[in-house]
């Protein structure tokens, strides 16, 4: 049976539940429907599986044709419905005769989302384990994008598992105008990162929901925070700077002074606070709360959460309101200790009600820390307990998400306690390290071209506006620009973490400490970042993976470091894996003209390409003895850049910047 495309409506793809998941720790997001409950539901009507691949539309459903007669359902927003012209109705089981027409129309007053889903669900390559379209990425569902006029889809002939039926009206969830977020406190609340009154008025407001919004984020529009820091140290100079950790689907991330509900799209690393995060059964809501829509976050204890994997009248959070006695009154923290070798503390931080945060050591850069996450995960990994699902590190931070329908989080926490008491010391922890050598067209024309769209769509006041280098060299006190370009060739970058911006993007710390340029990062962030552009934020060296929005500031740009076209073919990526680095690779840049990485960068994604690297390893002990050696050069280096950056952080202050936009 061909199912054929006659109108597809302006955002209509194919996705699956729950989606890609087992590679956030690289970058990849899990996609899938961002109403869950919905897609589940229309599955469920047509006799499907409740994870077989459907399709999901944003504001405006398709008109398709099927070729040979079929069982459907759409169910989620409200939308007009018919067959061959005549009207039917949402979530009942739609009989389509061959050369029938089903037309969804707009969505009519509440919601954002419509799902449909095909007896035996629609065929779609599967892409690291799934089919869901992560149309950023450009992979999965069809083609990797939205549908288009013409398109011609087929059915997987997955098997029922149950016979077509009506969902019946207590099944269905709840969709208006005014949405209550049941949500969780934490990682990162008060009194540490957020005030109590800020937390307060967190709680008390109706925030409104941005137009600016999508599947990777929901942008709000309410007050501004007054935060309990004035910055965030090496990890920028705003206070919702933080060092690089990864995020939970539904946390709320300020991303300078805005807010933002993460959504199944959203990024898996990222250098910002999220104070509360929405809890797993509430995440369905993501996906209809529509522009100017309000939303307000009602705290609820973490054991208290409704059950995810309930569907029907036992799933209490498909209904609007939300009833809460009050949240955890802990802000977050779950509990502190000391490493099992006395050397380092160690938090555990609660990030919803699926996974545990657990943080190394000060807020501040220590490879050891790094170190610390590492032999963590690989002794979690060594074990693979039930319901675990992801293990993504950050600069000093573990996150391990588990399925809070399996496994509970005090049970989790228990477990992570006890692994902790057996590891080994940091000092004695060697790890392969190779040597990438990339090249870096200098203040690449791209580069240019997306801080010129910066000033003409977001802003054209901001302190690095209209040159982000010459902006590097005023924070880092140096004398002049070539001094920034001097130090980013000399440096070697350790790999800290993959995916702070999507597909094996790393985020990378030079080795030397004399390296470290620290810059803030955009408030607000770009919309729009060129592939690959190559930025630096606080203390943090990042390769973008793809385009999107981002933060740091440009120093240029570099080849693909994601290629799930032709892993095999291009030398330097690993064959069963379509990301080129690794954790604790080194990378060394060498200097091309932006005509020089054009050719290059075609040859990458026409599966050519050459990639020099070198094996090795990295020993913590051999680094902190280097420290040691050139400590007082160190801290008289480090001591200079710091007198720049408290000298731009005066002006700021003054100018209103660091509370937000200049005044």
């Known amino acids: 049976m061909a199912i054929v495309v006659t109108r597809p409506g302006p955002m209509t793809t194919v996705q699956d ?43 405006i459903g398709p008109a398709l044709r099927f070729t040979e007669p079929a069982v459907v359902a759409v169910t989620g927003a409200p939308a007009p419905v018919t067959l061959d012209g005549v009207e039917v109705a949402q979530c ?35 892409v690291l384990g799934s089919a869901a379209t992560f149309t950023l990425g450009r992979f999965g569902g069809h083609q990797g994008r939205v549908l288009a006029l013409g398109d011609e889809l087929g059915t997987a002939a997955i098997e029922p598992v149950s016979t077509p039926r009506r969902i019946q009206h207590e099944e269905e969830p709840a969709i208006g105008n005014t949405w209550h977020l049941a949500v969780t406190v934490g990682p990162h609340s008060a009194p540490e990162f957020f005030t109590a009154a800020d937390i307060a008025t967190l709680y008390a407001t109706d925030y409104e929901a941005h137009f600016n919004s999508d599947r990777t984020g929901i942008r709000l529009i309410g007050p501004k925070p007054q935060w309990a820091r004035t910055d965030g140290g ?61 939303v307000r976050f009602v705290p609820i204890k973490s054991a208290q959460a409704a059950d995810a994997a309930a569907i029907g009248p036992r799933r209490r959070s498909q209904f609007l ?11 977050g923290v779950l509990g502190r200790s000391d490493t099992a070798d006395g050397q380092s503390s160690v938090t555990y931080r609660r990030s919803g009600d699926d996974n545990v945060l657990v943080e190394y050591g000060s807020m501040s850069l220590d490879l050891a820390s790094r170190a610390r996450v590492h032999a963590l995960a690989q002794r979690i990994a060594a074990e693979q307990p ?31 306690r006890e692994c902790e008491t057996q590891l080994p010391s940091v000092a004695d922890l060697v790890v392969p390290s190779r040597t990438v050598h990339l090249p870096l067209s200098w203040d690449d024309p791209a580069t240019r071209e997306a801080t010129e769209r910066y000033m003409l769509g977001v802003r054209d006041d901001a302190p690095w506006c209209p040159w982000n280098i010459e902006f590097i060299r005023r924070m880092n006190g140096l004398a002049s620009v070539d001094d920034v370009h001097r130090i980013v060739y000399d440096a070697q970058y350790l790999v800290l973490g993959l995916g702070d911006v999507y597909l094996g993007a790393p985020v990378a710390v030079p080795l030397d400490p004399r390296h470290r340029l620290v810059t803030t990062k955009y408030n607000p962030a770009r919309t729009w970042t060129p592939e690959n552009a190559v930025g630096i934020g606080g203390a943090y060296l990042c390769i973008y993976g793809m385009e999107g929005p981002g933060g740091y500031q440009f120093v240029g740009r570099t080849t693909q470091v994601w290629n799930h076209r032709h892993p095999q073919a291009t030398m330097g990526f690993d064959p069963q894996h379509p990301w080129l680095l690794r954790f604790f690779d080194k990378i060394s840049w060498y200097p091309v003209t932006a005509e020089e990485l ?16 070198t094996d090795g390893t990295f020993s913590i002990a051999q680094h902190q003895a280097y420290l040691a050696e050139h400590a007082d050069d160190i801290a008289a280096t480090r001591a200079q850049m710091e007198s720049a950056r408290d000298a731009e952080r005066q002006r700021w202050s003054d100018g209103g910047e660091v509370s937000g936009r200049v005044a």
Request: charged residues 15%.
């Open 17 to 59: 539940w729950p989606g890609r998941v087992g590679y956030w720790n690289v970058g990849v997001p899990p996609s899938g429907p961002m109403d869950d409950l919905s897609f589940r539901l229309a599955n469920i009507a047509v006799g499907n599986p409740q994870g077989a691949p459907g399709l999901e539309a944003t504001m």
């Open 92 to 126: 009942v089981p739609i009989s389509v005769p061959a050369g029938g027409v089903l037309d969804v129309g707009q969505v009519q007053g509440v919601g954002l989302r419509v799902y449909l889903a095909v007896a035996g669900g629609i065929a779609a390559v599967s």
């Open 234 to 294: 090496e990890a920028g100079l705003h206070p919702s700077n933080i060092h690089d950790t990864a995020y939970s689907v539904g946390a709320l991330d300020f991303t300078g002074d805005t807010p933002i509900l993460l959504g199944p799209d959203g990024p898996s690393l990222g250098g910002f606070v999220c104070p509360v995060t929405v809890t797993t059964a509430d995440r369905w809501k993501l996906g209809q709360i529509a522009p100017g829509d309000t």
């Open 321 to 331: 309101p939300v009833v809460s006695a009050g949240g955890d009154p802990d802000g």
């Open 386 to 416: 039930a319901g675990l699902i992801d293990l993504t590190p950050g600069i000093r931070s573990l996150q391990v998400k588990f399925d809070p329908t399996r496994i509970s989080q005090p049970t989790v926490l228990e477990w992570l």
């Open 598 to 613: 054009v050719d290059m960068r075609a040859d990458v994604a026409r599966g050519g390409g050459a990639v020099h690297i």
